[in-house]
């Protein structure tokens, strides 16, 4: 393409990566279609996914962090060994990003339970120990 962009403007020019003739590229921080790129610096997570359960087992409280790759409603509900619903953590809109929430599970049995992340098509489900 550097040819077309010599042939055009006389050979003095060159295509930049969003194949511009003699273009800057993408403005900071955009890619060549006008998106956010923060996927690229880390800002972003590339995949939904549940990261981390920490600490597992725990009593009473643990920390689950998880990723969204754009804004989504996200759905995390805690399940018991017996697919009993416990617990509504999230049911709400959320911008791409990674996040932290807390489970105080004070009120439940030892035992084992169910994270359950749902959003966009995608599903998730990891298991914690609580230990009293």
Known sequence: ???DCAGVWGGSMVEDECGL???????????CEGNLSNIQ?????????IN???P?????VTNIEFGLPENAFVQI?????????????MNSFQFAGYYSLSWDANDSPSGVYFIDM????FKQTRQVVLMK
Not at 21 to 28: K, V
Not at 56 to 60: H, S, T
Not at 77 to 89: C, F, M, P, S
């Open 1 to 3: 393409c550097v040819q």
């Open 118 to 121: 749902t959003s966009e098509g």
């Open 41 to 49: 610096n880390g800002l972003i997570p590339e995949e939904y996914s």
């Open 56 to 60: 597992n087992p725990f009593n009473p």
């Open 52 to 54: 981390n359960i920490y």
């Open 21 to 31: 003739c003699n273009g800057n590229g993408p403005y900071p921080g955009y890619d």
């Open 77 to 89: 509900k805690v399940y018991d060994i017996k697919g009993r619903q416990i617990a509504t953590l």
